[in-house]
């Protein structure tokens, strides 16, 4: 992948377009991207990742990426122009931002992320031309990823050696090493093979589980069913004891004699069937013949007792019969007689309505005869006629007093609509210039609201700047008190070192000489006799001295180098803040945010408040149009009402004369009709009760003379004795059913008495069909009893016989089952260390990540031996790391090899400059095995961010060299550093020049210095 040409726009700390020609720069295959601290160096590469991916490495959100300094209607943008695959390409890309908008209430609109890929091709003339290739955030990533071979992770690791992570790998714990390397080469998928191995395992446990757990129900079961105890406790006692279930052909072979014993036990319950069978059928037969004869005897016993009850009721039979034939002839006269009494009471009750009908007519008319009453009543519907026919002229003259009352009201109504609508109408013009000049004031302050928006908006950023400005003004002094109180703690360490260690080489004479022994070679000279030796000094200072000495130096250096960085990102953080603050203090601009705000608050609710205003201005304006037509209404109906009203009044006179003749005394026409109604009431209804007494008198008279004649015909004397005669229906019934029920009792009591089976079974003993049931019973006991043991013995064959064939079953399964578990058990602890064959005690995801870490140790060796003038090697370690507990080794741990002393130790050890050279060679190591393992294609393109100013003249050399190698077949290497001396060393750089209005970017190559 090489890179030939990036243009940035509003981006970052580039507040307009700037452009990199990388194909420049990369003349002499390596470039130098220099500038002052917050200048944004770093964001030249932010640019690149974000033109590739759609996002800049770490964690940081695609919203932050607008810069600052660019102009409103600037949009963000990146255009990168590369190479890969043999592909030339060119992607354009814009975060996500906001735009002025005139559309918006706001003033501002949000504008979507976009994304458009193309490549060079060439046409017919042979010109280039850039085709498009996709303009979707999806595709893109996909055409990105499959014509470089890396993912966003693994290119920010391989090709943007980012700031402040040289060192994270190198020192970095098993743990976080593997998470990375798990990242950069996929190995997750080995991780689940062991995950895979031990589901597999676990479902061939609980098949193979299944299966015994089967086996043991089985025989579980085969033991109940085979239950010998309760029929043959002999037999129980000699059962064969059911096997383990560890031994499933034994528990086969177990179940199998069960079966045969039961099969002789079945055979021995069905004799006793058949013998309990004969027994019981004569227990019955001799049942039966004594329940015949008992049944015999007690009906010859009931007979006679049946007899004796029928001639002690036949005594008071004489009587009831006489009564009963009384009872008859009298029935047929029982409608006479009920009749007589009906007409009786009716002829009292017409007499007694007649007498009550008379109570309401006059008192001339109290005694009159019904021809007398018929002529009043005729009278009476004469003058109601009348009357009625008067009705219409009373309503109307009701109606025309109403129709007067509701004139009334309407000409009152008309008059108080006429004087309102003229009262508001003289009040309208002011209220219409005092609206009107509401609206027009209310319209312009709405028309402000976007400025203020504006205005507000700026004062709050410029006032987040200052306070972040002036906070860390406060943090960046005492950051540089803190660099120069560790520096000077650094210098004087390092004299302190310095001053022991030319000490200690002063006296090394006599620390030699401490160490030599009579007859043992000098290691200076080697001379077997020591004649004058040198004397120790008594402040001699030891090699634990000097080596506590350079210790305490390096930390005092690290805590320097630490303080420094922190000064440096404080400042540039500083830098930043003053830039986009200004130098307006943080109080002035809190008062003109403040004044912002309620000057925009102010006329937001003022613009809250025009529409209502303008819809009451119309709403006013329409009111004004109908008062003025409600006024002319008003006035036409108050004349309409006042010639109606006249009109009314004549014809309401001239209809009461006639009514006030009609009426008489009565108050209303409705009166005089009811009285005459009531009137004619009364005489009809004693008309009507008079001819009922007449009409009841003769029926009653005709009752009396059909009853003495019946009475007559049927034999009685008079009809009271016919009456006296007379019994209940039922009574006569009951009579009747009473004989003939004894009658008929008498003639089936004769005949059983007559009958001879009874007669022969009077004179034999008594029966005694209880102690037969007693032996029926005891028979069908034994029967049942016999049957139930040979059915039990029956079920007990079949239910061993399935539970056998289910046991043989199973057991045929178990045998590949257990090889399957071994296999499958055995492959999953292996790959999850938990088997003693897995020697190393490495899970398999961690023996491949141990593999490629050897990988990237071996790649970076071959750098960092040419970096160091072959002192250091990095060397791979499968032991766990210091502090771990547990039994399981990760097989990631880092050492270093000095080849100086032979010594391995940790890599926290180095120095800080030793420490960039090894994480330098790591960071290229790495590149190289993942490059080889994403795509395997070559980088053409590689950048190195920050680390120098930890090298000394001698490693800067090496380090320099080293670059100068990775230059070789095509490469270019772009070095972002602060560090003097790479400036000189290196011709083609590029600038980034920091200013208050945003940042530059400015190439130059040889011809240019």
Known sequence: MHLHHLTVQAFGPFAHTENVDFDDLAGAGLFLLRGDTGAGKTSVLDAVCFALYGSVPGVRPTHRLRSDHAPAGTRTEVVLEFSAADRRLRITRTPKQSRPSSRA?????????????????????????????????????????????????????????????????????????????????????????????????????????????????LSERIDQAAGFSAQDPDAAESQPVRPDAHHPAETLGWARSLLTRAHEASAATQAEVDNSDDVYRKAKQHQHDCTELATRQNQHQQALAQRTALDHKAADHPRLREQLDQGRRAEPLRPLLDGLKRTALALKKAHTTEEAARTHLAPAQTHAEIPQLQLAHEEHHVLRGHAQGLLPDEQRHAELGTQMAELSEKEEEAQTDHDEAAQWLEAWPALQAEHTERVEALGKAADRIPQLDREAQALDIQLEAARSRDDLAGRLATAEKTETKRETKALHAKKT?????????????????????????????????????????????????????????????????????????????????????????????????????????????????????????????????????????????????????????????????????ARGSAATLGDRIAELTRAAEHLSSAIDAAQATTAAADRHRDALNDADHAASDAGFPTREEAAAALQPAALLQQWREELERWDKDDAVVTDT???????????????????????????????????????????????????????????????????????????????????????????LEAYVLAARLEEIAEAANARLQAMTSDRYLLVHSDEKDAGRSGRLKAGLSLRVLDNWTGTVRETSTLSGGETFTASLALALGLADVVTQEASGRPLGTLFIDEGFGTLDEQNLQDVMDVLDQLRAGDRTVGIISHVAELGRRIPSQLQVIKQRNGSTLRPMVDADL
């Open 105 to 217: 209430k706001s003033g501002t609109a949000t504008a979507e992320a976009t994304v458009e890929l193309q490549e060079r091709t060439g046409n017919s003339d042979g010109a280039a031309v850039w085709e498009p290739v996709c303009a979707t955030h999806q595709d893109a990533a996909k055409e990105i990823e499959a014509a470089l071979g890396l993912s966003k992770e693994q290119f920010c690791q391989v090709v943007l050696l980012p700031q402040g992570d040289f060192a994270k790998f190198l020192r970095a714990d098993a743990k976080d090493r593997a998470s990375l390397l798990r990242q950069l080469f996929g190995t997750g998928r080995f991780q689940e093979l062991q995950a895979w191995l031990s589901k597999r395992a676990k479902a061939a446990k609980d098949d193979l589980d299944k299966v015994s757990t089967a086996v043991q129900h």
């Open 497 to 661: 070192w310095l001053d022991l260690r030319e000490r200690r080489l002063d006296g090394m004479a006599g620390e030699l000489a401490a160490e030599l022994t009579d007859g043992a070679p000098c290691s200076v000279c080697g001379s077997s006799v020591h004649p004058a030796p040198a004397q120790l000094r008594a402040d001699q200072p030891t090699r634990e001295d000097e080596e506590k000495a350079r210790a305490a130096h390096e930390q005092a250096e690290t805590a320097h180098s630490k303080a420094t960085r922190a000064r440096s990102d404080l400042a540039e953080q500083h830098a930043q803040a003053l830039g986009a603050a200004g130098t307006t203090p943080a109080e002035e601009l809190e008062t003109q945010l403040k004044a912002a705000r309620t000057a925009h608050q102010t006329a937001c609710d003022q613009a809250g408040e025009l529409a209502p205003a303008q819809e009451e201005l119309t709403r006013l304006r329409s009111e004004s149009e109908t008062r003025t037509q409600q006024r002319q209404e008003a006035r036409n109906r108050l004349t309409e009402c006042q010639a109606r009203h006249k009109a009314l009044t004549q014809q309401q006179h001239t209809i009461a004369l006639a009514l006030d003749a």
């Open 753 to 843: 008495l007559k009958t001879q089976t009874l007669i022969e079974a009077s004179v034999q003993p008594p029966a005694d069909p209880q102690a037969a049931a007693d032996a029926l019973q005891k028979a069908e006991t034994q029967v049942k009893s016999a049957a139930g043991a040979s059915q039990q013995a029956h079920d007990r064959v079949t239910d061993l016989t399935g539970l056998i064939t289910d046991l043989a079953t199973r057991v045929t399964d178990l045998q590949p089952l257990q090889a399957h578990y071994a296999l499958i058990d055995r492959l999953a602890r292996i790959t999850s260390a938990a088997d003693s064959t897995n020697t190393l005690s490495m899970e």
